[in-house]
């Protein structure tokens, strides 16, 4: 596609219950990143995938949150048990490489998840 | 602990120039700084990008001094559609040595018409 496609937009969900967001990064793209945002914060970093590597999981804040990344593509961010803390906008990047070296990062929309 | 750190706020009148510097003392050697704008409701998007010196492009420049431990984002003639987050990104080395993909935690820019 285009640009990092992620999905659903928006998720309203009862606390307890687990949620799965999707992110299709660009294609080719062999980097792909996962950030959290809380309303009116910075960005927060969740877990990075590049390549075939064993992804950099140093970010997630507890272990009800997991992620994986299918075919060196598709990545999904699963959330069990969800708490209201949870709440925050989770956003999906990707770039061509390693993202320091001159490489761009691109963002998608992000996923809007409110637990109630 | 590896940080960036910037300005939380900003505020400017149209039409001024606008400076926003990003400290980070620990940044990787040979990595690049990049930073990003945000507006309500949307994902960051690429500004600008550079490794040293002085860094030019149609929307913004970036200032680099030699050490490299600081970066600061210059837009021209601001509008009142800048009015946005502006964030930088670096990879830092924390006490430990391993590298880590930081954020700063972004500055608020408020253009006064």
């Keep these: 596609g285009a640009g990092v496609s992620q999905s659903p937009s928006n998720k309203v969900t009862e606390k307890g219950k687990d949620v799965e967001l999707r992110c299709d990064p660009i294609s080719g793209h062999t980097a792909l990143y996962w950030y959290r945002q809380s309303l009116g914060q910075g960005l927060e970093f969740l877990i990075y995938f590049q390549g075939n590597s064993a992804p950099d999981k140093s970010g997630l804040p507890s272990d009800r949150f997991s992620a994986e990344r299918t075919g060196g593509s598709v990545s999904t ?34 996923s809007w998840l409110t637990v109630v | 602990l590896a940080k960036t750190t910037q300005p939380i706020s900003m505020d400017s009148y ?100």
Excluded: M
Aim: contains cysteine.
């Design chain 1, 77 to 110: 961010l699963t959330i069990q048990r969800t708490q209201q803390e949870d709440s925050a906008v989770y956003l999906c990047a990707s770039s061509p490489g390693r993202v320091l070296s001159g490489n761009t990062i691109y963002f998608g929309e992000g």
């Design chain 2, 14 to 113: 149209e039409g001024q120039e606008v400076n926003i510097t990003c400290s980070h003392n620990n940044i990787a050697t040979n990595d690049y700084i990049t930073w990003y704008q945000q507006f309500p409701s949307q994902g960051p998007r690429f500004i600008i990008q550079g490794y040293k010196t002085k860094v030019t492009n149609e929307v913004a420049s970036l200032f680099i001094p030699a050490d490299r431990k600081s970066s600061t984002l210059s837009l021209p003639r601001v509008s009142l559609s800048d009015t946005a987050v502006y964030y930088c990104l670096v990879g830092l080395y924390s006490g430990a040595g391993s590298y880590q993909l930081t954020f700063g935690k972004g500055t608020k820019l408020s253009v006064i018409p």
